[in-house]
């Protein structure tokens, strides 16, 4: 099992932003997160990647405590964040080779990554110079440039046009047929064309967690009717 969430909630001072959340997660999953903006998708994911620290509960990851192993999990896990924080002023290669020399990789690993998302012919441009896409793909390279067994990708589409969006979601659901991916978007058609399972929150709380054909292709009708 690559997560295990263990009734966890999180306090930002008075306001409780995640109540008693727990679900599992297991290689070959691809777990797509539904939620309306300040459900709590990207705090749930901040604390999985030990961004932040819960105030209750327990995460494993690989099998061990995220807080007791912090490093250990930290090696494990492969995030994008919905800020895709990029250094604009470097390279493409350039930067993947200091994401390279953060990992103490050698950088075959770089060229494997470039190929996988395709960027060959991006990887001698800035980063400022690039599409919104492409950018996208500079930040998923980053997050398998260490080949992590978990994958934690938040919104990884938005912002894309239509032919973009096909070419990020075929990369992740390749990725996803050997490890464990949990991904958040507010496109439906998305987690139907990527995922297969599903977790919808709302006000910090996990209100459904199904697989998808569980849904019986009614995902956005469950959807609406759940976060009245």
Not at 66 to 82: A, N, R
Not at 106 to 123: A, F, P, V, W
Not at 162 to 180: A, D, H, V
Not at 202 to 220: L, M
Request: charged letters at 25%; one cysteine or more.
């Amino acid at each position: 099992m690559s997560i295990k969430v263990n009734s966890i909630s999180k306090w930002f001072k008075t306001n409780k932003a995640l109540h008693k959340i727990s679900f599992e997660a297991n290689p070959g999953d691809i777990v797509g997160v539904l939620g309306p903006n300040g459900a709590g998708k990207s705090t749930m994911m901040k604390i999985i990647t030990g961004y932040y620290k819960q105030t209750e509960g327990t995460i494993h990851v690989c099998g061990k405590d995220t807080v007791e192993h912090d490093i250990f999990t930290k090696t494990k896990i492969g995030f994008l964040s919905e800020e895709n924080p990029l250094y604009s002023e470097m390279y493409v290669v350039e930067f993947l080779e200091f994401i390279c020399d953060i990992h103490k990789l050698d950088y075959n690993h770089c060229n494997k990554m470039i190929e996988l998302t395709g960027l060959s012919k991006e990887k001698n441009k800035k980063i400022k110079t690039l599409s919104k896409g492409f950018q996208q793909r500079v930040g998923i390279a980053q997050a398998l440039i260490h080949d992590p067994e978990v994958i934690i990708l938040d919104e990884p589409t938005s912002g894309l046009d239509p032919k973009q969006l096909i070419e990020i979601r075929n990369i992740i659901t390749n990725i996803g047929k050997e490890k464990t991916i949990l991904l958040s978007t507010h496109i439906i058609q998305e987690v139907e064309a990527m995922c297969n399972r599903i977790i919808i929150i709302n006000n910090g709380e996990i209100i459904a967690n199904k697989k998808i054909e569980e849904f019986e292709n009614k995902i956005e009708e469950v959807f609406l009717e759940l976060i009245k």
